[in-house]
């Protein structure tokens, strides 16, 4: 398996523009994260999915985060509008069924201007 | 509320030295910790998994060990080398039906030759 899978890489938007990311978790894997990483605040769970159903949503920071995924390979985290302060590393992370490994997908670095 | 703290933030070591470094949680309710490695601008690479019923694990110079009951985790590295230089990130995954990883802010690690 090529491992968690996210795209794009590195992403940089004007503020007030929607941004997507994307994330692809291992196959068969059931659990699916999402975190956000910045240097003052480290690494945050943002949302959590079990079985494409969302668990826990408590750690998305406003209204204007939104996270789906529609089946059981795919996720999108969604930021609409971007702000400034979003800046940051996304990371999506997927483990097997319960007490497992889990895996990190390389991040998308995400700069709002 | 779960809270993983690790010591010391930052470390700086001649080559060749043995290594300790230090992850508590709050919470022992807890399926297992996993201990990570992050390079600069990278994602998340897992060393190594301590089930909950586990008290240690071993790859390589790695030598993680777990005392649930008393909320701690060390990650030991034998003869420590300019490679190991990363920053080590400790995570629990905690118990209840459903996986969620929570994470300390990790050890910043400098080894010089």
């Given amino acids: 398996d090529a491992g968690v899978i996210q795209s794009p890489r590195h992403e940089v938007t004007e503020m007030g523009q929607e941004v997507t990311l994307r994330c692809k978790p291992i196959s068969g894997h059931n659990s699916l994260f999402w975190y956000r990483q910045t240097m003052m605040r480290g690494l945050e769970l943002l949302i959590y999915f079990n079985n494409n159903v969302p668990i826990d949503d408590s750690g998305m920071p406003e209204d204007r985060f939104s996270a789906k995924m529609p089946n059981a390979s795919f996720s999108t985290l969604k930021i609409q509008p971007s702000e400034p302060r979003d800046s940051a590393v996304y990371f999506c992370a997927s483990i097997w069924g319960q007490g497992t490994e889990a895996f990190f997908g390389q991040g998308t670095r995400l700069t709002v201007v | ?113």
């Fill in chain 2, 1 to 113: 509320k779960q809270e993983v703290t690790q010591i010391p933030a930052a470390l700086s070591v001649p080559e060749g030295e043995n290594l300790v470094l230090n992850c508590s949680f709050t919470d022992s309710a807890i399926y297992n910790l996993q201990w990570f490695r992050q390079d600069p601008g990278k994602g998340l690479t897992s060393l190594l998994l301590i089930q909950s019923s586990q008290r240690e694990q071993t790859s390589g110079r790695l030598n993680a060990s777990l005392d649930k009951s008393s909320g701690r985790s060390t990650l030991y590295i034998a003869a420590s080398q300019p490679g190991d230089s990363a920053t080590y990130l400790c995570a629990v995954n905690l118990s209840g039906g459903y996986n969620k990883l929570i994470f300390g802010a990790g050890t910043r690690l400098a080894v010089h030759p």
